[in-house]
């Protein structure tokens, strides 16, 4: 079975960093990608940066871009999102994702082209 399990949320002040988890199992972790995707209140879901695992190249999109730093420890079937300098507009639900299929990167910055999607951990950026 196929989980994806995210963790690290939480309540941070303006300014604050914090670091996000996602612990992948079900499948080989090496032949797949992964990326990180946010959901503020009252707003669509946006993609942050994705990372395929054979490669461990990180592909960053806009939306926090040069806040955010995705990494992955392949021995432990687990990949990172390091967010520095939050604020407010940054409080959302954070999910992780992942696709076994192997896509050019242009598909992997297309929501759906995830197959798994992890439950997310909410972080609220607030004093």
């Known amino acids: 079975e196929v989980q994806l399990q995210a963790s690290g949320g939480g309540l941070v002040q303006p300014g604050g960093s914090l670091r996000l988890s996602c612990a992948a199992s079900?499948?080989?972790?090496?032949?797949?990608?992964i990326g990180w995707f946010r959901q503020a209140p009252g707003k669509q879901r946006e993609k942050i940066v994705f990372?395929?695992?054979?490669?461990?190249?990180?592909i960053y999109e806009d939306s926090m871009k040069g806040r955010v730093a995705m990494s992955s420890d392949n021995a432990k079937n687990t990949v990172y999102l390091q967010m520095n300098s939050l604020n407010a507009e940054d409080t959302a639900v954070y999910y992780c994702?992942?696709?076994?299929?192997?896509?050019?990167?242009?598909?992997?910055?297309?929501?759906?082209?995830?197959?798994?999607w992890g439950q997310g951990t909410l972080v609220t950026v607030s004093s």
């Open positions: 994702a992942a696709t076994p299929r192997r896509l050019i990167v242009s598909a992997l910055s297309t929501q759906t082209s995830y197959d798994y």
């Open positions: 990372i395929k695992i054979s490669d461990g190249i990180p």
């Open positions: 079900g499948f080989a972790f090496d032949d797949v990608a």
